[in-house]
């Protein structure tokens, strides 16, 4: 077994995620017994700088070595940020020929129906670098047309005047057949040694022209700086005496190796958020609880994911800054609306938070460090939510005069306002976005948000949390323990994956399902490779199978679970029926039903330390640790017993107002809301009259 693979158990286990605005960190004892958490602000123009500064002083203190670190698992954005900035590489694209404008044409939907002014991202391939070939393979993957000597060569004069430093190839129909993408992925190396080559057959071999090609263009767009930042990552590690090498959360919440990720950056675009419902799911499971929405409010953005069985949604489409993407991910909505979302008036007169960020440099006013416009941390500086002696146990000061100054010159001031009024209302904007987004994941895909537990985790999550839950008229929230660092815990319940996917395109399924055979078994053969690749032992090696099928006509399919790829198309059929119901509201019985894909998702279990609650006989009221003037929404300023989490234990009940602090978060509890502890230190928040259950 490879000393990199995170099977092998040391002495302690860390996650990190790397955030807007900080960088956050958990560490694990083998034995599970014991917990480190840790923040450091983070540092955009070079990420790993704060990943290695950060992981040094974790280590510091835990006690123990930096050899003493078995595993190291990793979030990051950057991927989606330098799609974001538009700070890739130089990208050309080879397609067949009469296919190079497929990623202007799309799908030829505007980005919004009735706002003319918004203008879809203009492709990461501009045309001058998009080239064609002479080739042709047939829907079903017979070669029609060769690739020719003379059309190799004026392929090569071509790609030698467009100056580009990555290269995507997607080919009519590649994901039937591969060969011509291969010869040219080949050749192309051959005369361009230096360039980063993507080939669609490997980074999304399923149908759909435009969403294959889209892509395979953003892989290899962000891959070179990708590499860089990876390789750098590992070399300050190895530097900081870590052995251990970093493993990187996908946008599925399974982990990858170094070299994956080199080869397929793209699939860590949700890396961050994935980790988050992960960490949460794991919890859900623990608590037993049906159905579970997260909201992740960091510095820049929330994240808002639903849990459903302790199984997170998962979406095999969506656009990352524009760009639409294909594959396998948990399906998670952004808005822009966090800590440092700003706040501002609008031309009409009305309040206005985000999507603008204050981001981490400058960061909010109260933070001290050059910021000028108020935020959402601002607001709640002025309301006395937040310790005005600094965030991170201090470490972070505060400056409530400059909050308060910027909140009466660009808010409280145009709207002639008190600026508590102006505080609250900004507060209120953002909890109005969050709920939204939460109605978005629930009720409009048949989910009772009334019916649902709020996770509430990120800096910014549990002071929203009790006014969110109202908004969505949601009883109980979860707030786990060290909520802003709840992603870093989600990478250390991750385990590796690999995802696996093949085209059929199959009608009359019941003459030829043995071709459903037959593709499953090649798929299990590389899912194999892949396990033994990676040293996984036999025990710890889960396969699971599903199919995509739509009735004949329809444009989207619908994914059923095929328990051990064994099923016979009867069975399936009936499957594929109550699935399509339960997603459509309606079956439709008579009518053929098409099979697209099949799909096999390999798991790779990684060994957790283990986490244990403790059980609780009594109730008590704990004694606060200070008092401090807050201001509420109904009752205006009043004393405000504060709390330090850390002294909370299970069995600890108290009823609001209240404030309760430690190093990675705040939580709110406004009047009459309530709050116990449970076995696992959760705070489980209670906003309706009653006491919890």
Same mark, same amino acid.
């Given at each position: 077994?490879?000393?990199?693979?995170?099977?092998?158990?040391? *002495?302690?286990?860390?996650?990190?995620?790397?955030?807007?605005?900080? !960088?956050?960190?958990?560490?694990?004892?083998?034995?599970?017994?014991?917990?480190?958490?840790?923040?450091?602000?983070?540092?955009?123009?070079?990420?790993?700088?704060? *990943?290695?500064?950060?992981?040094?002083?974790?280590?510091?203190?835990?006690?123990?070595? %930096?050899?003493?670190?078995?595993?190291?698992?990793?979030?990051?954005?950057?991927?989606?940020?330098?799609?974001?900035?538009?700070?890739?590489?130089?990208?050309?694209?080879?397609?067949?020929?009469? /296919?190079?404008?497929?990623?202007?044409?799309?799908?030829?939907? #505007?980005?919004?129906?009735?706002?003319?002014?918004?203008?879809?991202?203009?492709?990461?391939?501009?045309?001058?670098?998009?080239?064609?070939?002479?080739?042709?393979?047939?829907?079903?993957?017979?070669?029609?047309?060769?690739?020719?000597?003379?059309?190799?060569?004026?392929?090569?004069?071509?790609?030698?005047?467009?100056?580009?430093?990555?290269? &995507?190839?997607?080919? =009519?129909?590649?994901?039937?057949?591969?060969?011509?993408?291969?010869?040219?992925?080949?050749?192309?190396?051959?005369?361009?040694?230096?360039?980063?080559?993507?080939?669609?057959?490997?980074?999304?071999?399923?149908?759909?022209? /435009?969403?294959?090609?889209?892509?395979?263009?953003?892989? &290899?767009?962000?891959?070179?700086?990708?590499?860089?930042?990876?390789?750098?990552?590992?070399?300050?590690?190895?530097?900081?005496?870590?052995?251990?090498?970093?493993?990187?959360?996908?946008?599925?919440?399974?982990?990858?190796?170094?070299?994956?990720?080199?080869?397929?950056?793209?699939?860590?675009?949700?890396?961050?958020?994935?980790?988050?419902?992960?960490?949460?799911?794991?919890?859900?499971?623990?608590?037993?609880?049906?159905?579970?929405? !997260?909201?992740?409010?960091?510095?820049?953005?929330?994240?808002?994911?639903?849990?459903?069985?302790?199984?997170?949604?998962?979406?095999?489409?969506?656009?990352?800054?524009?760009?639409?993407?294909?594959?396998?991910?948990?399906?998670?909505?952004?808005?822009?609306?966090?800590?440092?979302?700003?706040?501002?008036?609008?031309?009409?007169?009305?309040?206005?938070?985000?999507?603008?960020?204050?981001?981490?440099?400058?960061? %909010?006013?109260?933070?001290?460090?050059?910021?000028?416009?108020?935020?959402?941390?601002? &607001?709640?500086?002025?309301?006395?939510?937040?310790?005005?002696?600094? =965030?991170?146990?201090?470490?972070?000061?505060?400056?409530?005069?400059?909050?308060?100054?910027? =909140?009466?010159?660009?808010?409280?001031?145009?709207?002639?306002?008190?600026?508590?009024?102006?505080?609250?209302?900004?507060?209120?904007?953002?909890?109005?976005?969050?709920?939204?987004?939460?109605?978005?994941?629930?009720?409009?895909?048949?989910?009772?948000?009334?019916?649902?537990?709020?996770?509430?985790?990120?800096?910014?999550?549990?002071? =929203?949390?009790?006014?969110?839950?109202?908004?969505?008229?949601?009883?109980?929230?979860?707030?786990?323990?060290?909520?802003?660092?709840?992603?870093?815990?989600?990478?250390?319940?991750?385990?590796?994956?690999?995802?696996?996917?093949?085209?059929?395109?199959?009608?009359?399924?019941?003459?030829?399902?043995?071709?459903?055979?037959?593709?499953?078994?090649?798929?299990?053969? #590389?899912?194999?490779?892949?396990?033994?690749?990676?040293?996984?032992?036999?025990?710890?090696?889960?396969?699971?199978?599903? *199919?995509?099928?739509?009735?004949?006509?329809?444009?989207?399919?619908?994914?059923?679970?095929?328990?051990?790829?064994?099923?016979?198309? !009867?069975?399936?059929?009936?499957?594929?029926?109550?699935?399509?119901?339960?997603?459509?509201?309606? &079956?439709? %019985?008579?009518?053929?039903? !098409?099979?697209?894909?099949?799909?096999?998702?390999?798991?790779?279990?990684?060994?957790?330390?283990?986490?244990?609650?403790?059980?609780?006989?009594?109730?008590?009221? %704990?004694?606060?640790?200070?008092?401090?003037?807050?201001?509420?929404?109904?009752?205006?300023?009043?004393?405000?017993?504060?709390?330090?989490?850390?002294?909370?234990?299970?069995?600890?009940?108290?009823?609001?107002?209240?404030?309760?602090?430690?190093?990675?978060?705040?939580?709110?509890?406004?009047?009459?809301?309530?709050?116990?502890?449970?076995?696992?230190?959760?705070?489980?928040?209670?906003?309706?009259?009653?006491?919890?259950?």
């Amino acid at each position: 077994m490879p000393t990199d693979a995170p099977h092998q158990k040391k *002495i302690i286990r860390v996650g990190l995620d790397v955030g807007g605005t900080f !960088t956050d960190f958990m560490a694990l004892s083998e034995d599970g017994q014991e917990v480190w958490y840790h923040k450091v602000p983070s540092t955009p123009d070079d990420p790993s700088r704060a *990943i290695v500064e950060g992981l040094v002083e974790l280590i510091a203190m835990t006690g123990r070595q %930096p050899g003493d670190v078995g595993y190291l698992g990793h979030g990051t954005t950057v991927a989606t940020n330098m799609v974001i900035e538009r700070r890739g590489s130089s990208t050309a694209l080879v397609t067949t020929r009469g /296919f190079r404008d497929v990623l202007e044409i799309a799908r030829q939907t #505007r980005p919004h129906l009735y706002d003319y002014r918004v203008q879809r991202a203009e492709p990461l391939a501009p045309r001058r670098r998009r080239l064609e070939v002479s080739e042709r393979v047939s829907g079903d993957g017979q070669v029609l047309e060769a690739v020719s000597q003379q059309s190799l060569a004026a392929l090569v004069r071509g790609l030698e005047a467009s100056e580009f430093e990555s290269l &995507a190839v997607s080919l =009519l129909h590649a994901y039937r057949n591969p060969v011509h993408e291969k010869l040219l992925a080949d050749a192309l190396g051959e005369h361009f040694p230096d360039a980063f080559i993507s080939v669609s057959s490997e980074v999304s071999p399923e149908f759909r022209e /435009f969403e294959r090609t889209s892509t395979t263009v953003l892989n &290899a767009y962000v891959a070179p700086r990708m590499g860089t930042y990876v390789e750098r990552l590992r070399n300050r590690v190895d530097e900081a005496g870590v052995t251990a090498s970093p493993f990187t959360v996908q946008s599925n919440g399974g982990l990858m190796a170094i070299d994956e990720v080199r080869k397929f950056p793209v699939r860590t675009c949700l890396s961050g958020p994935a980790a988050g419902v992960v960490g949460a799911a794991s919890l859900a499971r623990a608590l037993e609880l049906d159905a579970v929405v !997260t909201f992740d409010v960091g510095g820049t953005s929330t994240d808002v994911s639903l849990i459903v069985d302790a199984k997170p949604a998962v979406t095999m489409e969506r656009d990352v800054a524009g760009y639409t993407t294909r594959s396998p991910m948990i399906d998670v909505h952004v808005i822009g609306a966090g800590g440092g979302s700003i706040a501002s008036v609008d031309d009409a007169g009305g309040l206005k938070v985000g999507p603008e960020s204050a981001g981490a440099h400058p960061g %909010p006013a109260a933070y001290g460090l050059g910021g000028d416009r108020p935020t959402i941390t601002d &607001a709640h500086v002025v309301l006395g939510r937040l310790n005005p002696a600094g =965030l991170l146990n201090g470490a972070l000061p505060l400056d409530e005069h400059a909050a308060r100054g910027v =909140l009466q010159r660009d808010v409280a001031g145009p709207l002639e306002l008190e600026v508590e009024t102006a505080a609250l209302g900004t507060t209120q904007v953002a909890v109005a976005h969050i709920a939204r987004a939460i109605r978005a994941v629930t009720s409009e895909r048949g989910q009772d948000p009334r019916d649902v537990t709020l996770c509430a985790y990120g800096g910014a999550g549990p002071l =929203l949390a009790t006014a969110v839950a109202r908004e969505v008229e949601c009883r109980f929230v979860v707030v786990p323990h060290s909520p802003g660092t709840l992603c870093a815990r989600g990478i250390l319940s991750s385990d590796m994956r690999r995802d696996y996917v093949s085209t059929l395109m199959l009608d009359w399924l019941e003459r030829r399902w043995m071709e459903v055979a037959s593709a499953f078994s090649e798929l299990t053969k #590389r899912a194999v490779a892949w396990f033994d690749a990676h040293d996984v032992a036999t025990g710890d090696r889960q396969l699971h199978y599903s *199919i995509d099928a739509r009735y004949t006509g329809q444009s989207f399919e619908v994914a059923v679970e095929v328990p051990d790829g064994n099923l016979s198309a !009867t069975i399936f059929v009936e499957r594929f029926h109550a699935a399509h119901k339960a997603s459509y509201g309606y &079956a439709i %019985p008579s009518r053929g039903v !098409t099979l697209v894909n099949c799909r096999l998702v390999a798991v790779a279990k990684v060994p957790k330390s283990p986490l244990t609650a403790v059980s609780i006989d009594t109730l008590s009221t %704990p004694a606060p640790h200070n008092v401090r003037q807050v201001f509420h929404d109904e009752t205006g300023w009043q004393p405000t017993p504060v709390y330090k989490r850390d002294e909370l234990k299970p069995g600890h009940d108290l009823v609001g107002p209240a404030i309760i602090e430690e190093m990675s978060s705040t939580v709110y509890l406004g009047p009459h809301d309530q709050l116990r502890v449970d076995g696992w230190r959760n705070l489980v928040l209670d906003v309706s009259t009653g006491s919890p259950s």
